[in-house]
């Protein structure tokens, strides 16, 4: 089953001479985490671009946190070292899952067939869609143990038949 029923639709994407006080008042502003960086030659008025970096809001807090201070007109780009782990919107839920537990990363963009950002997994999703998905097999689970019990009771209670 391909990424796109699992990944969010609502991302956020900054071209790299975005300030990180811009980028972080677009992530209070949109309600994310996170923004997805875009080299500066991308036209952001079609289809967003390959990314070339990811900065979170933990990234911010921890910089600010190594250095005890963090310019806020410093630009995102230094963030953007264009290794960013991306999956493909073909990809299954469960491939994609190894691969972020594998580079120890959170969330991923996902990218349709022309390389173009599509969406975000986030690990917070797949933790609720899957905590559902368990939740439904558990229900299973006890309905079976019920409709067992209910069948067993009447069982018990037919009468017996006489064969002569």
Do not use: W
């Given at each position: 089953m391909?990424?796109e029923?699992f ?6 994407t900054v071209?790299?001479g ?7 008042r677009?992530m209070?502003d ?11 030659d ?9 990314p070339v970096?990811l ?12 250095a005890?201070?963090l ?6 780009s230094?963030?953007a ?6 999956a ?9 899952i190894k691969?972020?537990s ?5 969330r991923?963009p996902?990218?349709?067939?022309n390389?173009?950002v ?5 690990t ?6 899957l ?14 143990v019920?409709r ?17």
């Open positions: 391909s990424l029923k990944m969010r639709k609502d991302f956020v071209p790299m975005t300030t990180i006080l811009e980028a972080a677009l209070l949109r309600h994310v985490g996170d923004v997805i960086i875009l080299d500066e991308i036209d952001y008025s079609s289809v967003p671009g390959t970096g900065l979170t809001d933990r990234d911010i807090v921890l910089t600010f946190a190594k005890g201070r310019d806020p007109s410093s630009k995102v230094i963030f070292n264009g290794n960013v782990m991306t493909s919107i073909t990809d299954g839920l469960g491939e994609t691969k972020m594998q580079s120890g990363i959170r991923i996902v990218l349709n067939s390389k173009k599509a969406g975000v997994l986030y917070d999703d797949c933790i609720e869609l905590g559902e998905e368990l939740n439904s097999l558990a229900t299973i689970m006890k309905n079976a019920k067992e019990k209910l069948q067993q009771r009447l069982d018990d209670t037919e009468e017996p038949y006489l064969y002569l």
